[in-house]
């Protein structure tokens, strides 16, 4: 798999390095934060290859994880839609990945048709899964870019709170953003994130952590 | 509030408890409030199916169903309340 380190003053700039080395897009590309100081941001950027994770084993889970990717394919067909699913190499909870062309319609507003598919597959293969399991669907990478999102709105937020002080309330989103928010933040010594309001316009506020806490 | 609006919002409250975003503990009963809140508005008794979702939806949550279960219905709520504006 190729992966490249990317430095910069920013996370974008860090990222854009790695990705020029590697002669990628971000679509294409996982990217994980190795260290952030306030003058430089090093990353490591690694290169999701579909081609080898079509072709690779998908670990312990395969059989149960290819009866849930047939079942989905098979709802897809039967709505009309021409697209093809694979299995994320390598993740867990089981991740689907849906790709083909023109698929904006089963992404929806925010992501809305895409969060119904999702349940709708989970309704279906629950019988196949484990107490408690679920499957994750992702349309063209949707979900991953949203979680890569946020995770940089949630360092940059981290940054301005260090620089200021002051607490930052970030816009409203779905849990899975504000789970990735709270994850990206939660090993940060310095600031703190929670959440206030509710459903659907919940939002994360990111603070200094109290030396207290 | 719009009845679509209100069942976005018990959605949002269910797939919230499904996806266990980590900052709130979501009890059943929260799930069935949210779904109270959109039975009890009166748009919803002239478009066909949208009350016999929201039905099925809060029985499944206090016969302990799960969420994407609940969510699933919901989602048949609103697509049976979108359905009912175009038509009318």
Redesign the interface.
Known sequence: MRSAEGRGRTLDEAVDAALIELGETRRNVDVKVVREAPDETVVEVVVIDPAAAAGAPAGPANGKAETVRSLLEGLLRHMGVRATVQVRVGTDPITLDVSGRDLGALIGWRG?TL??L???T??MV?KHLDEGE?VIVDVERYRQRREHTVREIALRAARQVKMTGDAITLDAM???E??AI??ALEGDPDVT???IG???E?R?VVGPRKPAE | MSAAERI??A???V??A???????EITPTEIAE?IRDCLELPEIGSIPNVRKYLGEALDATSDGM?A??V??TL?AALGALQEGHSLN
């Open positions: 809305e969060r119904a999702q349940s709708v989970n309704v629950g679920r779905q849990a899975f504000r789970r709270h994850l994130s929670s959440s509710e459903e659907p919940r994360v | 976005r919002k959605i949002a409250v797939n919230a499904a996806d266990g975003a980590g900052d709130e949210a799960p994407d279960f969510a699933m989602y």
